[in-house]
């Protein structure tokens, strides 16, 4: 993995200030500096009440990955975990090369995989539902003058009302523990793929040989002050490499593997047929 990895932090190398386009790097840096600045439901659209009862990053805008944009340098949350789960992405069968292919990606926060996707030549739609990070991935794909990242803001369970073109392949990374229904959230990637396609998953996940799921729903972690949100997210259902499996396969996957990454938990399984699930107690 040491060679795919450092293969794409050089790809990352690519989005500098001497590479902007349309925007100068003063400009460019005071937007990206504001963007940090950013505390708003509203264009979220929570109501002052319910602001109390959400995530932090939905209102205090985080920035997600490290970056060196050369003349400054932005450290993110997740620091440079992006490149680090894509080569372990390519080392369970992604290419490096993904020249005429096409990648949805779930929850791109603010950017860091989406570059390094559309570096290695994918035509790249990055699906966000939070509206300041959809718009922060944008503006990167815009300033760089990236013509094969596009954005969408909307939840990934309302994809199959959306239009979108069946891809090669779907990213779902550092998502599906966040979500509260994980079994239609991995169906809805389903739908998205092309027969032949191929999706990648990177998730927290919970110890044990058995098919179970840890749940710390959010209400462990709502401060109930205004002046103090949420952590940054929350834990619903964090599967057992078993459980991850299993919900794959019952979603229609087939080839499905697993293997640990930094005490996570990485998966890749393929679509090779359209075909129906078990919906008995499943909101599809």
Known sequence: MSNSREQLAALMKRYTVDSLKGITAEEFKEKIES?????????????????????????????????????????????????????????????????????????????????????????????????????CVAFLANSFGIENLYTVR????????????????VILAGVLYHVSDPVVALRRCFDLL????????????????????????????????????????????????????CMLKDVGFVNVRTAPHNNRLCAAADKTEDRAMCRAGVNL
């Open 194 to 245: 092309k027969v032949g396609g191929r999706i990648f998953v990177e998730t927290e996940s919970s110890p044990g040989d058995g098919k179970a799921c840890k749940y710390c729903g959010p209400g462990e972690f709502t401060s109930g002050s205004r002046e103090k949100l949420n952590r940054t997210g929350w834990n619903w259902f964090v599967p057992t490499r078993g459980a991850l499996e």
């Open 35 to 135: 963007m940090g600045k950013m505390r708003d439901g509203g264009m979220e659209g929570f109501t002052e009440e319910e602001e109390v009862y959400q995530r932090d990053q939905a209102i205090r805008f985080q920035w997600g990955h490290n970056h060196d944009f050369g003349t400054f340098k932005m450290q993110g949350a997740m620091q440079g975990r992006h490149v680090g789960v894509l080569a372990k992405f390519v080392d369970m069968g992604l290419n490096i090369d993904l020249s005429a292919k096409s990648v949805v990606e779930i929850g791109p926060w603010t950017g860091g995989m989406s570059l390094v996707l559309a570096a290695m030549g994918a035509t790249v739609l990055s699906i966000e539902e939070v509206l300041k990070y959809e718009q």
């Open 154 to 169: 909307g939840s990934l369970y309302d994809v199959h009302k959306m239009g979108i073109e069946k891809s090669d392949f």
